[in-house]
C-alpha cells in the first residue's frame, strides 16, 4: 500500500518500535453504533481505560483520504458530528478515493492494525450471520479467519444467528476464547448456551494461546468477554424486543448496513435503555481486558 494512505499516530508509533503494548479501536462505534453523546463519551472513556492499564490505544478511521491509525481529540470528534460513511473492506477504496470521512468496521479496523503490526483489538461485538433464511454475513468473519489479530469482544451482536456464527468461526479455523467463561457471551448477556474453545482466565494465558495460534501463520483469535454482571440484561428478554424490532424494521423495508444501526436502537428504546447501558459498560470493560491481555503479548 502507498505509505501516503496508511498513517500512524507518532505516539502509535513509538509504542510499535518499542514493542510497547497497543490496542486498537474501531470508530463505526462512534459514528453509527451509539447515539449522542454516549458515542463520543464511550470513544474517550474506551482510550482512557486502555492507557490506564499500560498500553496505548489506536482508534482508527478514514480522515482525509488517509487510514489514520491512532487519531488526535478533534479527530474523534469529527467521527461523532455530521455525515460520515461506514467502512468495510469492500468500501474502503472508495472512501479513500472521495476523501470522505469514514468510520471503521470490525473488518476495516482488523485490516488497519494488521498492516502496522498491532495484534490486539477491542469492540464491543462482531458481526455475523444474520437471522433468516438468507445467508447474509459480515465481512467480519471473513477477516477474523484471514487477518492476524486477536479481537476482545462480548461475542457477536445480539441480534444475529449465534449458532451459526458460532459454526461459522469453528468451519473457519478461529479460535473462540472465554474470559473466564464456559460459554459464549451473547452481547448484552452473559451466556448463550454454545460453547467456547478454550476458557482462559488470566491475559497471560489468553497471551499464550495467541502467541502460539499467530506463530502458525493462521487468522485471528476471539477473545470473548462477558458484560458486566450489574449490567447484563437476560437472554429471552433480549429475543422478545428482539422479535418486535425485527418486525419494525421489515414493516419499514429496511436491509443491509441499515438494519443493525436500527435494531440496536430499537432494542435500546424497548428496554428503555438497558441494552444502551450494557453496551457501554461492555465496551469499556473489553479495552480495559484487551490492554492487559497486549500487555502480556509484548512481555514475551
Not at 494461546?209 to 458486566?228: D, K, M, N, S, Y
Amino acid at each position: 500500500m502507498k505509505p501516503q494512505v496508511l498513517t500512524v499516530h507518532p505516539h502509535v508509533q513509538q509504542a510499535l518500535v518499542a514493542g510497547a503494548p497497543v490496542v486498537a479501536l474501531e470508530s463505526t462505534v462512534i459514528a453509527h453504533g451509539l447515539p449522542a453523546p454516549h458515542n463520543l463519551d464511550v470513544a474517550r472513556r474506551m482510550e482512557a481505560v486502555v492507557r490506564s492499564e499500560g498500553a496505548t490505544p489506536a482508534t482508527v478511521a478514514v480522515l482525509d483520504g488517509h487510514v489514520r491509525v491512532g487519531l488526535e481529540p478533534a479527530e474523534l470528534e469529527r467521527l461523532a458530528e455530521g455525515e460520515v460513511a461506514k467502512v468495510s473492506l469492500h468500501t474502503l477504496a472508495v472512501t479513500l478515493t472521495r476523501r470522505a470521512i469514514g468510520a471503521t468496521t470490525v473488518a476495516a479496523t482488523m485490516w488497519a492494525a494488521a498492516q502496522v503490526g498491532i495484534r490486539v483489538f477491542a469492540t464491543g461485538g462482531i458481526g455475523g450471520v444474520h437471522r433468516g433464511e438468507g445467508w447474509d454475513i459480515s465481512a467480519d468473519l471473513p477477516a477474523l479467519a484471514t487477518l492476524p489479530v486477536a479481537v476482545v469482544c462480548s461475542g457477536p451482536k445480539a441480534i444475529l444467528d449465534l449458532p451459526r456464527t458460532r459454526e461459522w468461526l469453528e468451519t473457519w479455523g478461529v479460535p473462540v476464547l472465554g474470559y473466564q467463561t464456559d460459554e459464549l457471551p451473547a452481547f448484552f448477556s452473559r451466556s448463550s448456551g454454545l460453547p467456547v474453545d478454550c476458557r482462559v482466565e488470566a491475559p497471560e494465558e489468553a497471551a499464550e494461546i495467541i502467541r502460539t495460534h499467530l506463530a502458525l501463520g493462521r487468522g485471528g483469535v476471539l477473545v470473548t468477554v462477558p458484560v458486566p454482571a450489574a449490567q447484563e440484561v437476560p437472554a429471552e428478554q433480549v429475543l422478545a424486543w428482539l422479535a418486535e424490532a425485527e418486525a419494525e424494521a421489515h414493516a419499514r423495508g429496511l436491509s443491509g448496513p441499515t438494519l443493525t444501526p436500527f435494531l440496536l436502537n430499537a432494542l435500546a428504546r424497548f428496554s428503555r435503555g438497558a441494552t444502551l447501558q450494557a453496551n457501554l459498560a461492555l465496551l469499556v470493560n473489553n479495552a480495559a481486558v484487551a490492554a492487559r491481555i497486549a500487555g502480556a503479548l509484548s512481555h514475551a
